[in-house]
Nanobody, 124 residues
């Protein structure tokens, strides 16, 4: 069992930055893959980025490359998402998730535990 709590969301103007955090607790020793997803109102959930807990390797959705950076601090059991040059289309609820699969994945079905989400609103 893993519990995830996101924080750091809020209201920001276009072009601004935010850093999201995800604190994990519980049986995190099998949480080899950690990722971020987002869901805008009336839209499907989409993949943002993922990172390996063991190696630190990362993958990103093509639209986020160059603007978003995923990182983790294993000692603190915390996952981060640095978001720069934010756009109104980035407005969504952002969720962190962890899974036991070793290989990185863009699919939500490969993740076992999810946080409650944190709202990010980008004004134009």
């Amino acid at each position: 069992q893993v519990q995830l709590v996101e924080s750091g969301g809020g209201l920001v103007q276009a072009g601004g930055s935010l850093r999201l955090s995800c604190a994990a607790s519980g049986r995190t020793y099998r949480s080899y893959t950690m990722g971020w997803f987002r869901q805008a109102p009336g839209k499907e959930r989409e993949f943002v980025a993922a990172i390996s807990r063991t190696t630190g390797s990362t993958i990103y959705a093509d639209s986020m490359k160059g603007r978003f950076t995923i990182s983790r601090d294993n000692a603190k059991n915390t996952l981060y998402l640095q978001m720069n040059t934010l756009k109104p289309e980035d407005t969504a609820v952002y969720y962190c998730a962890v899974g036991s699969r070793v290989g990185l994945s863009h699919s939500g079905s490969d993740y076992d535990y999810w946080g409650q989400g944190t709202q990010v609103t980008v004004s134009s």
